[in-house]
């Protein structure tokens, strides 16, 4: 693996915009119209392709180890404020609003809207152009509302942008051996 992020710019005008403040790992891609926010984080192997529509992650958001965004013309990728992707999620053409977390290996398919702090667990396809309310988990293939959160459920996945703001410290300082 590189020492080093693989970010570059596509037709000259397709440059990512990338806050001094984030963290691309080592081993991460970023190329063309992407932009991230103040303290969002990239982690290792995941890739951020905008080629063909932009990719546009807000503040404070953490997308974990091999994750994929991608987008079709038309269709960008947007992740609002505060938003997690776990370890080898997708998102595809979709937006997801501030404070959601998409599970581990969840996709997330072309058109579809993920409402505030909503989660979508692990391993869960969100159909293209499907409409998900705030506050809900959203389970299965292909994805259904299964109930409301609870204050507990919010609870346990509210820190995860601070865990991994201050993971992406810890990172950043990280001697390569």
Not at 36 to 62: K, M, P, Q
Not at 69 to 90: N, Y
């Amino acid at each position: 693996m590189s020492d080093q992020p693989y970010i570059a710019a596509l037709d000259g005008d397709a440059t990512p915009d990338i806050h001094p403040q984030a963290y691309v790992a080592p081993g991460a891609v970023v190329v063309g119209k992407v932009r991230l926010g103040r303290r969002t984080s990239v982690w290792y192997g995941s890739v951020l392709r905008g080629d063909d529509e932009r990719i546009e992650v807000d503040e404070e958001c953490n997308i974990q180890d091999l994750c994929c965004l991608h987008a079709d013309p038309g269709e960008p990728a947007i992740l609002e404020r505060r938003v997690s992707l776990g370890h080898r999620a997708t998102v595809h053409g979709a937006y997801v609003e501030s404070g959601s977390l998409i599970g581990i290996g969840a996709v997330v398919l072309g058109g579809a809207r993920i409402g505030a702090g909503t989660l979508v667990a692990a391993g869960a396809v969100v159909p293209p152009g499907r409409k998900i309310p705030s506050g809900v988990l959203v389970a299965g293939v292909p994805a259904k509302v299964v109930r409301d959160l609870t204050d507990e459920d919010r609870a346990s996945f509210a820190s995860t942008p601070d865990n991994y703001m201050a993971k992406a410290v810890r990172h950043r300082a990280a001697r390569v051996l």
